[in-house]
């Protein structure tokens, strides 16, 4: 599956968020058997309204959503990259995720220590970047001095290579992040980027963890967040972790008054949960039948066999067509029938390129 790291300094509110998110949207376990699912591992089920709309008209047995992975990776301070705590182990964990949430304070409270001794957003979130981008100075440097050796024998693409790892040494000594020079490295910069699993080329959005007046109208911390974030073109997300620890404990009607009460339409997870999602440039496609309607994940641009191989690798193998209907179209006819009648249902080839909202209905050989 796809992952998302939950990262930042002690104290800021990740494991309440972990926990909060963990709750609420906690996957059953028993629809995974084949997982051994770690303590700091959580699969969250994505919120997305489409599924229960189409549920509505179906009326399947089953309802299933389709998830993505958080995981707690707690333990960061400063001087990780040096060893300090477990920082090393920990810098690893980040380098197996796709994605991350760097959760920041944003809040005052007199009980919770911080660990720099006052809330200061930016500083934190500069704190938390330099050990990654000091890690991953170690990597290029060392890759540097194998490749270097390679290039003086006159070999070319050795050549190339250190002209990009040079490149690359130069915004990380500046002490700025990858991400958003993707654009800038060429393609043996990403190259590189992508062997060496740098830390700073992913896609990161900031959790700016809020008290509860602060939901309402952002606190000086998260416009100074804001304010950093929008430099580096990074998405901010704004929540009450202590909120969403409530919220995530509670049944289902109660919950629904509370958020009235709070004034909010949804958890706040939600919008972290999708933006997760949007970070790691995912879509979902869906399968409804009278026995299940089930959402599916796949990278954008995935093309219709391989996403039928989501499903089973047999429809992969023996992939003939896909039967495609859009969502809206769907919700505005009422049925599949409709649709078909309607002719709004494509037939599409292997080179399909599957769309967010498509429902699909695969034809294969066995
Ligand atoms: P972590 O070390 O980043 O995982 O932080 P925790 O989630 O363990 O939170 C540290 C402390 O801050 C705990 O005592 C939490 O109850 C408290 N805390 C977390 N979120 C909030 C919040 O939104 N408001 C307030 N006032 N306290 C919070």
């Excluded at 790291?5 to 028993?30: D, H, Q, R, W, Y």
């Excluded at 919120?47 to 089953?62: C, F, S, W």
């Excluded at 309802?63 to 810098?91: C, H």
């Excluded at 629904?256 to 009460?261: G, I, T």
Aim: net charge negative.
């Amino acid at each position: 599956g796809f992952n998302c790291g939950i990262v930042g300094l002690p104290n800021v509110g990740k494991s309440t968020l972990f926990n909060a998110l963990t709750n609420t949207a906690k996957a059953e376990a028993a629809n995974y058997p084949f997982c051994t699912i770690e303590p700091n591992v959580g699969i969250v089920e994505v919120p997305d309204e489409r599924l229960y709309r189409l549920a509505e008209l179906i009326k399947p047995k089953k309802v299933t959503p389709t998830t993505i992975e958080f995981v707690d990776i707690a333990g960061l301070v400063k001087g990780a990259s040096k060893g300090e705590g477990l920082g090393n182990q920990f810098l690893a964990n980040i380098r197996s995720v796709d994605a991350i949430a760097h959760v920041v304070r944003c809040f005052k409270d007199e009980n919770v220590v911080h660990v720099e001794g006052s809330v200061d957003p930016v500083r934190d979130i500069e704190t938390i970047n330099y050990e990654l981008v000091l890690k991953d100075l170690e990597s290029v440097e060392r890759r540097l001095e194998k490749v270097k050796k390679v290039a003086k024998s006159g070999d070319k693409k050795a050549r190339a290579e250190v002209e990009a790892l040079e490149r690359i040494k130069e915004i990380l000594e500046r002490g700025e992040r990858i991400r958003p020079y993707l654009g800038e490295i060429g393609e043996e910069g990403q190259k590189v980027v992508k062997e060496l699993a740098l830390l700073t080329a992913k896609p990161v959005m900031y959790v700016a963890n809020v008290d509860e007046e602060g939901l309402f109208e952002d606190n000086e911390y998260v416009e100074a967040v804001k304010e950093f974030a929008k430099k580096e073109g990074a998405p901010v997300v704004k929540i009450c972790a202590k909120i969403e620890a409530e919220l995530a404990e509670l049944p289902p009607q109660e919950k629904e008054e509370f958020l009235k009460e709070l004034g909010m339409e949804e958890p706040g997870l939600n919008a972290v949960i999708r933006e997760g999602y949007r970070l790691l440039d995912l879509i979902t496609f869906f399968t409804a039948g009278e026995p299940e309607v089930k959402a599916w994940t796949i990278k954008r641009g995935t093309k219709a066999p391989q996403a039928a191989g989501k499903i089973h690798s047999d429809i992969e193998r023996g992939f003939i067509r896909a039967e495609v209907i859009r969502y809206e179209d769907l919700v505005r006819e009422g049925s599949i029938q409709a649709c078909k009648d309607k002719g709004l249902m494509r037939l599409e080839g292997k080179d399909y390129e599957v769309q967010d909202g498509d429902v699909i209905y695969f034809r294969f050989n066995v």
